[in-house]
């Protein structure tokens, strides 16, 4: 019975992922040795591909690597085996902080929660400007050369949009992507 | 409009403008759920992505389980989680069967270059705004906790389960047990 298994698989890859997205890998790796239902390069392929669509990056990979094991019918039962152990643990989260948000102890405990929230999300800031304005690799030590580092295109538009987002702080977040996109096209980046 | 529909169609949104792993829909949900619905504050959503760091699961589905559950109960949820992977489902099923070399075509790669440096530039905005909510005028612990995380989890990639966790205590030591006893010792003297 494939959809069951794909469900019991995916189920697995959800309730053992923690911390999202690339977190699944590991487990996707594991599961192309043990099922052969897809190769290591259909894997990579299917992460190429995650990463060049909208959506969340485990979200992708289940639905591709179900449909690829077992067409539309699969790609729906892995997905929603994957976000099944999300759906549950949340509620159950959820219900508890409803249930205690007066309490002083979860007030202190989120007084923690928040900073240390945002310094991770600034901290994959930190990487993503790392990944997209610096060209790492070219850099040979402090000379004239040194500013062969920066990737002067994706700054210039980067700074643009930035400017742009502050001046029209109405326009939706997805007009800029749209924009990025067609950019990216434009400046060959 | 129907308060489930809207749940479903605000949620296919996020899902379908994510480019990237969980950090780059919180702009998105930042629009979308906290300025345009008013659906949880800016507060809750950096609660909801730090406990999507530490609960299995993928944390855009995490988040709109969270506030799926908040806004309208365990249907609300339910079709929260399904508008968020409903993009994912419909362009990877389409790719996967019809459009095998989509990830190798020189416009999806430039666009996705040029869609990577706007999700930067978004993904900062956020964090300045967080910043100014959990951090600006909190008091030292939570500035020293902020910076502590961020050279921790950027310079030395201790997983972000770890941090969550000490953050917590970080947070009950500052904002429960200092105010009690060492307070009262001050006063007691």
């Not at chain 1, 697995?12 to 911390?19: D, E, N, P, S």
């Amino acid at each position: 019975m494939i959809y069951l298994q794909l469900f019991f698989e995916f189920f697995k890859t959800g309730l053992f992922a923690i911390g999202g997205g690339l977190a699944t890998l590991p487990f996707l790796q594991e599961m192309s040795a043990r099922t052969g239902w897809f190769t290591l390069t259909e894997l990579q392929d299917m992460i190429a591909v995650s990463e060049s669509t909208p959506g969340p990056i485990g979200v992708n990979m289940a639905t591709y690597c179900g449909f690829t094991t077992a067409g539309i019918p699969g790609a729906v039962i892995a997905t929603l085996g994957l976000v099944m152990p999300s759906f549950i643990v949340i509620l159950i989260v959820a219900g508890f902080l409803k249930r205690f948000k007066d309490s002083p102890v979860v007030a202190a405990a989120f007084s923690g929660l928040r900073p240390a929230s945002t310094a991770l999300i600034a901290a994959v800031l930190l990487s993503l400007f790392a990944s997209n304005f610096l060209n790492l690799t070219a850099w040979q030590g402090f000379s004239l050369q040194s500013f062969a580092v920066l990737k002067w295109q994706a700054l210039l538009l980067g700074a643009v949009v930035f400017v742009g987002t502050k001046l029209w702080k109405k326009v939706h977040p997805g007009f800029f992507l749209l924009f990025g996109a067609a950019a990216g096209i434009l400046l060959k980046l | 409009m129907n308060v489930y529909l809207d749940l479903f169609l605000t949620f296919a949104r996020v899902g379908g403008l994510t480019f990237g792993g969980g950090y780059a829909m919180l702009p998105i949900l930042q629009r979308e759920v906290v300025e345009n619905k008013g659906w949880c504050t800016e507060e809750e959503l950096t609660d909801y992505y730090a406990i999507g760091q530490c609960t299995p699961g993928i944390i855009a589905v995490n988040t709109a389980t969270f506030i799926g559950t908040k806004t309208a109960g365990f249907w609300g949820s339910a079709l929260a989680t399904i508008g968020v992977v409903f993009p994912s489902l419909i362009i990877i099923t389409v790719i996967a069967a019809f459009l095998r070399n989509f990830a190798d075509n020189e416009y999806v790669i430039h666009a996705f270059a040029g869609l990577r440096v706007v999700v930067c530039v978004l993904v900062l905005n956020t964090v300045v705004k967080l910043f100014k909510g959990n951090i600006k005028g909190k008091g030292l612990p939570a500035l020293i906790l902020f910076l502590l995380v961020l050279v921790a989890s950027f310079f030395f990639k201790v997983s972000s389960i770890i941090l969550v966790v000490c953050a917590m205590v970080w947070g009950l030591f500052f904002g429960l047990y200092l105010p009690r006893h060492g307070a009262g010792k001050e006063a007691g003297k």
